[in-house]
C-alpha cells in the first residue's frame, strides 16, 4: 500500500478506527501522529469490541509495528492502563510499541488547569473540552516548558517533574483551584516510568529508517478536521493540526513520503461538544440518527449531536487535506430514513457561502442551503457490493462525491469488518 495518511473529514468520530483497521493488513507500520487521550477510536474485530485511545488501531494485527509520534501528547498513566487492557485480552505489545521521546507529557496538573479553566468560562464560551489536559500540555509545549517522554529516562526527572508541579500549583490557585499533591504525583510518575521507559524511542530515527528500508506505513489522525487548531471553528476546537499536514510534523517524516490520503467521512454529520453545527438536527430525525448510529463519544460517552451531511464541510475538508479517497461511513444509519437532505450552501445576512467562513460569529448565523433525495427504506446492512445497494443509497452516495469533488474508496455499512466494501485503494 502507498503510504497513506487518514484523518477525519468533519468534527471526528467519523469512524476512522475502523477503516484504520481495514487499511492496516496493507501496512507495516501504523503511526499516531497528533492528539491526546482526548480521542478515541472504537474497532469491532469479530465480537469483540475494542476502544483504543493513545495506542494506534494497528495493535489488534499481530505483528504489526505501532509508533506514537512526537506530535502526540502522553499520559503515560493513562498510556499504561491502555497497555494493561489490551495485554489482558491476549495482545502483546512489548517490541511493537514505540513512543516518541519527543511526545510531550500530559501530567495531572495539565487536567486541573484544564478543568478550572472551562468552569470559569460563561455558558456561550465554553468549549467543550474532555478535560483531559490536552490542552494545557500543548500550551506547555510552546511555552517551552513542558515536558516530554524522554525526560522519563533521565535520572533528575523527578526533580524536574516536581519543579513544574511547583508552578503548576500557583497557576491552579490563581485560577480559583486547589494546588495537587506533589509527592502523590510525584510517586506516581517514578513509578510508572520504570513501566514505560522500554517503549520510550527516537521514533523519528525508527521511521525514516523504515521509509528507507521500503515499508509501508499508514499514519493515523485523531478527531477531525474541523477541530484543527488553525483550520477549525476556532475557538471550538482541540490544540493540535488534526489535518494531513500535521502527519509530517507529528512524526518526522518528509512531505513527498506521503503518497495519498484517506478522509473518513460519515453519511451524515455528527459532533461532539460545543461551538456551531450548521446541519444540526434537534427533531424526531436527529434522535433516529443518534440511536441508529450508536452517536455517544468512545472517550466521554457524550451524547454526539447529529445533522444532515454537509457538502461545505467535504469540500473544505477535501481542500485542506488533499484528499485521494472518501471512506465513507454509516451509510446503513441512513436506511429508515424516507426524505434525505444535503446541505451544498450556506445563508448569512443575505450573503451566500461556499466554504466555511473563519469568524465562528458569522457561522453560526449560517443557515443551510438544502436539496432533498429520496432514502431508498432497506436494509443496507447485509450488502457486500456497491452495484447491490438499493439505487437510491448508489445515487445519494454518488451525489455526495460530486458535491465534494473526491472519489469513493471504501463505504462502510456497518460496525464490523466484513461490513466494508472496497471500491478503490
Not at 80 to 96: A, F, L, N, P, W
Not at 167 to 183: R, Y
Not at 399 to 425: D, F, K, M
Amino acid at each position: 500500500m502507498p503510504n497513506t495518511v487518514l484523518i477525519g473529514a468533519q468534527w471526528g468520530d467519523e469512524g476512522k478506527g475502523k477503516i484504520i483497521d481495514v487499511l492496516t493488513k496493507q501496512a507495516d507500520i501504523v503511526v499516531r501522529f497528533q492528539g491526546g487521550n482526548n480521542a478515541g477510536h472504537t474497532v469491532k474485530v469479530d465480537d469483540e469490541k475494542y476502544v483504543l485511545h493513545l495506542i494506534p488501531s494497528g495493535i489488534l494485527h499481530e505483528g504489526m509495528r505501532c509508533v506514537i509520534g512526537n506530535g502526540v501528547v502522553v499520559n503515560p498513566l493513562a498510556l499504561m492502563e491502555e497497555v494493561d487492557g489490551v495485554e489482558s485480552r491476549g495482545i502483546q505489545t512489548q517490541g511493537r510499541l514505540f513512543v516518541s521521546d519527543r511526545a510531550h507529557m500530559v501530567v495531572p496538573y495539565h487536567g486541573a488547569i484544564d478543568a478550572a479553566r472551562e468552569l470559569r468560562l460563561s455558558e456561550g464560551e465554553k468549549i467543550g473540552t474532555t478535560k483531559r489536559g490536552i490542552g494545557p500540555s500543548y500550551s506547555d509545549k510552546v511555552s517551552r516548558v513542558g515536558l516530554r517522554m524522554g525526560d522519563i529516562l533521565d535520572p533528575d526527572f523527578a526533580e524536574m517533574l516536581s519543579v513544574r508541579i511547583d508552578e503548576a500549583n500557583q497557576v491552579l490557585v490563581a485560577l480559583g483551584g486547589e494546588a495537587l499533591d506533589k509527592d502523590q504525583i510525584v510517586k506516581d510518575y517514578i513509578a510508572v516510568a520504570e513501566r514505560v521507559a522500554p517503549y520510550i524511542v527516537d521514533t523519528v530515527s525508527l521511521l525514516n529508517e523504515s521509509l528507507k528500508a521500503g515499508d509501508s506505513m499508514l499514519f493515523e489522525g485523531a478527531q477531525g478536521t474541523l477541530l484543527d487548531i488553525d483550520f477549525g471553528t476556532y475557538p471550538f476546537v482541540t490544540s493540535s493540526n488534526t489535518t494531513a499536514g500535521g502527519a509530517c510534523a507529528g512524526t518526522g517524516i518528509p512531505p513527498h513520503a506521503v503518497d495519498q490520503v484517506v478522509g473518513v467521512i460519515k453519511a451524515y454529520t455528527t459532533r461532539v461538544g460545543e461551538g456551531p453545527f450548521m446541519t444540526e438536527l434537534h427533531d424526531e430525525i436527529g434522535e433516529l440518527l443518534g440511536r441508529e448510529g450508536h452517536e455517544f463519544g468512545a472517550t466521554t460517552g457524550r451524547p454526539r449531536r447529529c445533522g444532515w451531511f454537509d457538502a461545505v464541510v467535504g469540500r473544505y475538508s477535501a481542500a485542506i487535506n488533499g484528499v485521494d479517497y472518501w471512506a465513507m461511513t454509516k451509510l446503513d444509519v441512513l436506511d429508515k430514513v424516507e426524505t434525505i437532505k444535503i446541505c451544498t450552501g450556506y445563508i448569512c445576512d443575505g450573503v451566500a457561502y461556499d466554504t466555511v467562513p473563519a469568524n465562528t460569529r458569522i457561522l453560526s448565523r449560517c443557515e443551510p442551503v438544502y436539496e432533498e433525495m429520496p432514502g431508498w427504506m432497506q436494509s443496507t446492512k447485509d450488502v457486500t457490493r456497491f452495484e447491490d445497494l438499493p439505487e437510491a443509497a448508489q445515487a445519494y452516495v454518488n451525489r455526495l462525491c460530486e458535491l465534494t469533488g473526491v472519489p469513493l474508496g471504501i463505504l462502510s455499512v456497518g460496525p464490523a469488518r466484513s461490513s466494508t466494501l472496497r471500491i478503490a485503494l
